[in-house]
Each structure stands twice: as structure tokens, then as C-alpha cells.
């Protein structure tokens, strides 16, 4: 099975850039199952017969792969920490420092959900506290059709699920079956396509130099094999300023090298600060 699967990848990394060779076995396995009965093929070497010769397939499997589920205030806990908290530390620190810009990356940012919740919340707080910032957004995706709905801004109700009314009322403007983000937040988030295995550079080109102050790389790391994981920790950790917050998913955790190298903020929720 594993001898398929891996000439299944190195066709998809040859034909399309796209290198899956760092997922879990057991991931892969089940995503490229679910395209057996829609193509036909009775086992994965058939499907892969199939494959070389429908290019459209391609794309079908890239995108099952990539799995980009996400939605807008996802994990609430994790939103009403960075707002009760982080937000107003960080900008405090800033402040004392003379310094008022704010980066960010969100690495793996899917359609952009992730990255316009943080510019919500960054925008709220600014407002609360009646004070002007420069904000940098940084969010990046390997998969160039999330870029693309990100950068429309329109969702659907399962994706604003989680949205309080009021900010649903703020920001977005309601249609008959989509939510369009207003342009406000829409121009604070600046999208690109970055591979985390990208062997050049340690953070999203359109960002020239790291020197974050927060990284969001949540739910990610959970799809590859612990030595894919620790190349993209060596980037979030390099990209992170010291003091730096650093945000996971529910389900991840730093890697045993960078243990010693966070601290955990709180229990309630997976954000580390960068020692
Ligand atoms: C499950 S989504 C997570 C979205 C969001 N961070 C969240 O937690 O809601 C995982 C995302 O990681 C992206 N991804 C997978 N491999 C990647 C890679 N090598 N480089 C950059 N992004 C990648 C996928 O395209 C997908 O959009």
C-alpha cells in the first residue's frame, strides 16, 4: 500500500509542485480511498491508472488532501483568549515601547477565516482603546483556491457559525445565502501562496523579514510525520519575535525541541510564548 501511495505523491509533486510525502500514512490512505468510488477503481492502483490519464482528477485529489476545513471564530476559547489578553498585552508592551506596528503570519491559513477573526479582534480592541496602529496581516496557504476565496471574502453560514451577532452585524454584510466581509478587514489581510517546506525561506516572501509577534499555525502540524512537523517548527520559531505568542491547534503541541524554548500562557488553550 505505502509503495502506491508514494507513487501516487511523487506523480502529483512531478505534474503539480504539490509534496504530500511528509502526511501521516494512515491520513493519506483514507483521503485518496474516498477517490476510488467517484472515479471508479476498485483499488488504488487502478485509481492511479486512472490518474495518469484524467488530469482534472489531479486537481480533485489535491484539493481532498489539502483538507482546508476552518470558519471563522474557530475554537471560541482560543479567540476570547487572544482578546481578553494577548491583544491588550501585546498592544500595552507596544506602547511602552514607542513601537505601534503589529505583525502577524497565519501559517496555513486555509480560505482566510482564521486571519480575518485576529484582524476582528485587532480592530475591535484598537477601537475600545481609541488608539491608531499599523497592522501587518501576513496569511499564507499552499493551496492557491483557498487564496482565491479568501481574498473574496464570501462565506457562507457554516462558516460564520461561530461569529457573535454583533460582530456579524459589524463586519459583514448579509445576502441572500452568502456573508460578504466588509472591506475594513478585507484590506488588512495580505494574502500569498507559501509552501511551510519551502527550503529557501523561513517565512512568507511578501513579509521580506519575520519578526512576528504573533504566529497562528493551527490545526496543520496535526497532518504530517514528526520529522515534517519539526521543519515547520524550525520556520515558525525562527519567523516568532521573543515574546512572541505562538498559536496551535486544539490537538498540537511544540515539538520535544522547541519545548523548553515556549512557555505555555495558559491551560485553557494551546498559546506559547516564545522564551
Ligand atoms: C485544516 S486547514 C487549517 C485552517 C486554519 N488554520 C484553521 O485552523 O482553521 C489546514 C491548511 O493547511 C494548508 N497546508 C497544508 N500543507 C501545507 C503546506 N505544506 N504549506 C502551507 N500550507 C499547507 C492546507 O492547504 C489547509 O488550508
Redesign the pocket.
Known amino acids: 500500500m505505502e509503495q502506491i501511495i508514494n507513487e501516487i505523491l511523487n506523480f502529483l509533486r512531478e505534474q503539480r509542485g504539490y509534496?504530500f510525502t511528509g502526511n501521516r500514512l494512515l491520513m493519506l490512505e483514507r483521503r485518496i480511498t474516498k477517490r476510488l468510488s467517484p472515479t471508479k477503481s476498485n483499488s488504488f492502483e487502478e485509481y492511479f491508472k486512472y490518474l495518469l490519464i484524467h488530469s482534472e482528477e489531479m486537481d480533485k485529489l489535491i484539493n481532498d488532501l489539502?483538507?482546508?476545513?476552518?470558519?471563522f471564530f474557530?475554537n471560541p476559547l482560543v479567540w476570547e483568549y487572544l482578546a481578553k489578553y494577548i491583544l491588550p498585552i501585546l498592544l500595552e508592551e507596544k506602547k511602552a515601547r514607542k513601537n505601534n506596528s503589529i505583525r502577524i503570519w497565519?501559517?496555513?491559513?486555509?480560505?482566510g477565516?482564521?486571519p480575518y477573526t485576529l484582524a476582528i479582534l485587532l480592530k475591535e480592541q484598537l477601537e475600545k482603546e481609541n488608539i491608531n496602529f499599523t497592522i501587518h496581516i501576513f496569511a499564507?496557504?499552499?493551496?492557491i483556491n483557498?487564496q482565491l476565496k479568501a481574498e473574496k471574502a464570501s462565506f457562507t453560514f457554516e462558516d460564520i457559525k461561530n461569529t457573535k451577532l454583533g460582530l456579524l452585524k459589524k463586519y459583514f454584510i448579509e445576502n441572500s445565502d452568502h456573508f460578504e466581509l466588509k472591506p475594513e478587514i478585507k484590506k488588512m489581510v495580505k494574502f500569498s501562496k507559501?509552501?511551510?517546506?519551502d527550503n529557501k525561506k523561513y517565512s512568507p516572501p511578501g513579509s521580506i523579514f519575520g519578526s512576528f509577534d504573533i504566529v497562528?499555525?493551527?490545526?496543520?502540524l496535526i497532518?504530517f510525520k514528526p520529522d515534517f512537523q519539526k521543519k515547520i517548527f524550525d520556520k515558525l520559531f525562527r519567523s516568532l519575535n521573543r515574546g512572541g505568542y505562538l498559536v496551535l491547534?486544539e490537538a498540537e503541541v511544540p515539538i520535544e525541541k522547541y519545548r523548553s524554548k515556549f512557555k505555555r500562557f495558559d491551560k485553557c488553550c494551546k498559546i506559547y510564548q516564545k522564551r
Open positions: 509534496d489539502t483538507i482546508n476545513v476552518s470558519n474557530r497565519s501559517a496555513g491559513c486555509a480560505s477565516e482564521e499564507t496557504d499552499i493551496d483557498s507559501f509552501d511551510l517546506f497562528l499555525c493551527r490545526n496543520v497532518y491547534g
